[in-house]
């Protein structure tokens, strides 16, 4: 099978630490790394107690949870095929959010 041949499941997690909200948390990576898409579904309660929101876009969901502590980015293709390579973009996130203005980013542990 050629690389081109090949299906991938893109998938991650980094912690995020910022005074400010999960709503305006999610509003400034946004405008920073995914052109101003709007995050919501908060009232579809997908992290069961935790406070989360999400978005999509060119198939992968972009989840925003927030924690006690900090709040934890997690993104993942919006399928996945039976024989699809999973890839972790941690880090090419982290990457994409080094320079970002309201707050610091880092790898999980």
Same mark, same amino acid.
């Given at each position: 099978?050629?690389?081109?041949?090949?299906?991938?499941?893109?998938?991650?997690? /980094?912690?995020?630490?910022? %005074?400010?909200?999960? %709503?305006? /948390?999610?509003?400034?990576?946004?405008?920073?790394?995914?052109?101003?898409?709007?995050?919501?579904?908060?009232?579809?309660?997908?992290?069961?107690? $935790?406070?989360?929101?999400?978005?999509?876009?060119?198939? /992968?969901?972009?989840?925003?949870?927030?924690? $006690?502590?900090?709040?934890?980015?997690?993104?993942?293709?919006?399928?996945?095929?039976?024989?699809?390579?999973?890839?972790?973009?941690? /880090?090419?996130?982290?990457?994409?959010?080094?320079?970002?203005?309201?707050?610091?980013?880092? $790898?999980?542990?």
């Amino acid at each position: 099978m050629s690389s081109s041949d090949q299906t991938y499941f893109f998938r991650g997690y /980094v912690a995020i630490q910022s %005074d400010l909200g999960l %709503d305006d /948390v999610a509003r400034s990576i946004s405008q920073h790394m995914l052109g101003g898409i709007s995050f919501g579904g908060r009232e579809r309660r997908i992290r069961d107690e $935790l406070d989360a929101i999400y978005a999509e876009t060119f198939g /992968v969901r972009f989840i925003l949870v927030e924690q $006690l502590e900090e709040m934890i980015l997690e993104f993942h293709s919006t399928r996945k095929l039976g024989d699809a390579v999973e890839l972790d973009l941690s /880090v090419h996130v982290l990457t994409m959010l080094k320079d970002w203005p309201d707050g610091t980013v880092s $790898l999980l542990d």
